[in-house]
């Protein structure tokens, strides 16, 4: 048996999939309908936010490109920092959109100025930001980021929290982030196949002045059926079993302990990194607390000791993403993780560097 530490998916608990083996219902009923609602208080709590939470039968892809076709009807401006954010911007170009980014080199983090700089030369109705880029383990600065966007009435925010939901705090409606949304299989420790998200009355608004938003992921459907409880098209019921499990333990666990844990098991990978001398991809004043990416020094044989690790101890750990794949790995502490269980990893992987 073997245990994932890479950034996403992410280990699921037994539990959870025992909760997914709930028996199956229709999802025009009551009971349905109860499911949903549950969901809703600590969605709400985790996003700090009174709008209502909207399930999509996605990865969280689906939710980000229609993010973009719900809400641009100008021009998008995408904040560019590693492969998740860089591909919104190819992402809006697909859709013949008219696009322009904020370039920065992998392993930065956007500058608020730069977006003020950008902004300021006019036209634009929509930004997109990944709050996390996992690719790189930069986290980006979503307070001052959100502060300047605000700064330009009719510009839109759209934040990808893919990474980072539910393992910091994220503040929706005091920054004023009109859609936020994240992936399931993530920070929330759910297998992949659904999106969580959230969106403005702004945002809302905006959808229903753009035409040709399509069906599946038109926000305005979300918003009518949710009023209900409910979801456009059937729903990945079994996996909204599994969330109501994960938002349970959330709230038992609490919010403030469950973003503390976040920060102390990911001090946990820093100190053993700093044990070995292993230099940080990102920056110090941006790295995630969610996962930590290493560059490799020069002369490590990363492949070696990730094969290795797995082949001993069954702990799988990521080598790199897009164009930095071989040049640096990854270790996630998202999800379920404890000190105990990343004392474990770090045990094995010790044993492994010998
Ligand atoms: C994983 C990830 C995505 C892509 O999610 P899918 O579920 O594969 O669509 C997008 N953004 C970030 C920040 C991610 O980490």
Redesign the pocket.
């Known amino acids: 048996m073997s245990k994932l530490y890479i ?2 998916p992410i280990n699921v608990s037994k539990e959870t999939f025992a909760a997914m083996s709930h028996p199956m219902i229709g999802h025009r009923g009551s009971e349905f309908e109860e499911l949903y609602a549950s969901t809703q208080p600590i969605l709400q709590q985790l996003a700090a936010t009174t709008r209502p939470a909207y399930l999509s039968t ?5 939710v ?1 490109e229609a993010s973009l076709r719900n809400l641009c009807a100008k021009k998008v401006l995408t904040l560019c920092c590693g492969a ?2 860089d591909k919104w911007f190819d992402v809006a170009l697909k859709l013949g959109l008219a696009a322009e980014k904020i370039q920065v080199e992998w392993g930065e983090a956007i500058a608020p100025e730069a977006v003020r700089a950008k902004l300021a030369q006019g036209g634009f109705d929509l930004v997109t930001l ?6 790189t383990g930069v986290m980006n600065d979503l307070a001052g980021i959100a502060a300047v966007v605000k700064e330009f009435p009719g510009v839109l925010l759209v934040v ?4 980072s939901f539910s393992a910091v705090p994220i503040a929706m409606d005091a920054l004023g982030i009109d859609v936020l949304l994240a ?1 399931v ?2 920070a929330l420790a759910l297998p ?1 196949g659904m ?1 969580v998200f959230f969106c403005s009355a702004a945002a809302l608004e905006r959808a229903k002045s753009v035409p040709n938003r399509g069906y599946y992921f038109d926000f305005i459907e979300f918003a009518k059926n949710a009023e209900n409880n409910n979801t456009p098209s059937t729903p990945a019921i079994s996996l909204i079993f599994g969330l109501q499990h994960i938002l349970g333990t959330i709230a038992a666990e609490g919010l403030e302990q469950r973003f503390a844990r976040h920060a102390a098991t990911n001090a946990m990978i820093h100190d053993w990194g700093a044990r070995h001398g292993f230099p940080h991809f990102a920056p110090a004043a941006n790295r995630s607390v969610t996962l930590t990416c290493f560059k490799k020094p020069e002369a490590f044989d990363q492949a070696a000791f990730i094969k290795n690790l797995k082949a001993k101890h069954g702990y799988i750990i990521n080598g790199g993403y897009g164009k930095i794949k071989g040049l640096t790995f990854r270790i996630s502490n998202m999800g379920n993780e404890t000190a105990a269980t990343m004392q474990e990893l770090i045990a094995a992987m010790d044993d492994v560097l010998g």
């Open positions: 950034p996403g996605s990865s969280a892809w689906g980000m998740f954010s990944i709050h996390n880029e996992t690719s990808d929290s893919v990474s992936g299989q993530k992949p999106a």
